[in-house]
């Protein structure tokens, strides 16, 4: 089961509307559904919050120590409580998918990804799961940092947004540790069309 969401970014306002900013923008809708709220918590470098499932905890984190430092605040949390990697699911942008395709993996390379290169060198492990949130590529690889600093175009940002919420019915099934389950529902090729009550608010943290 996972015990630790972790969702991956930069802390700040001129970063919070950046593609790099997508695993923010899926644990900021975990903890909405989860109905709770992340506060700071210097231990661990981030922002965190704390929620119990059938008696057990379950944390939620964002990292508030850059991108490049993620892994700092991620085994930080997970040594203090004794979490393994492989109940670990930590969310981020992924520059191989198109906007509004997300997929589910366990384990791998970090393919270049800054924030999972540290949190592989901290946990000493690759061993963890990941949520992949599509966010297109530039085309060219040296327009790879700009292009994940920058807002996504209006359309993109609502195939975003769908795709996380999409991701939503199967937080049940992640909590209870059915990870066959959730990624037959994460990875339905068709995610349907939220109702406009479900929305992300825009804007918001």
Known sequence: MIKLFVGLGNPGPEYEA??????????????????????PERSYWGLAA??????????????QT???????????????????????LVAHDELDFAPGVVKLKRGGSHGGHNGL??????LGSSDYWRLRIGIGHPGVKH???????????????????????HTLPALPTLLAGD???????????????????????????
Request: charged residues 30%.
């Open 18 to 39: 950046t593609r790099h900013n997508a695993g923010f923008w899926w644990l900021d809708a975990v903890a909405r559904e989860l109905r709770t709220t992340l506060v």
């Open 50 to 63: 704390r929620v119990n499932v059938s008696g057990e905890a379950r944390w939620l984190l964002q990292p």
């Open 66 to 88: 850059f991108m490049n430092l993620s892994g700092k605040s991620v085994a930080a949390l997970a040594r203090f409580f004794k979490i393994a990697p492989h109940e670990i």
């Open 143 to 165: 327009e790879v940092v700009h292009w994940v600093l920058k807002k996504p175009a209006p359309d993109d940002m609502r195939r975003i947004e769908d795709a996380i919420i």
């Open 117 to 122: 290169r540290d949190i592989h060198a901290q």
């Open 179 to 205: 990870m066959d389950k959730a990624t037959q529902h994460i990875h339905t090729t068709e995610p349907p069309r939220p109702k406009p009550a479900r929305r992300l608010p825009e804007g918001e943290d």
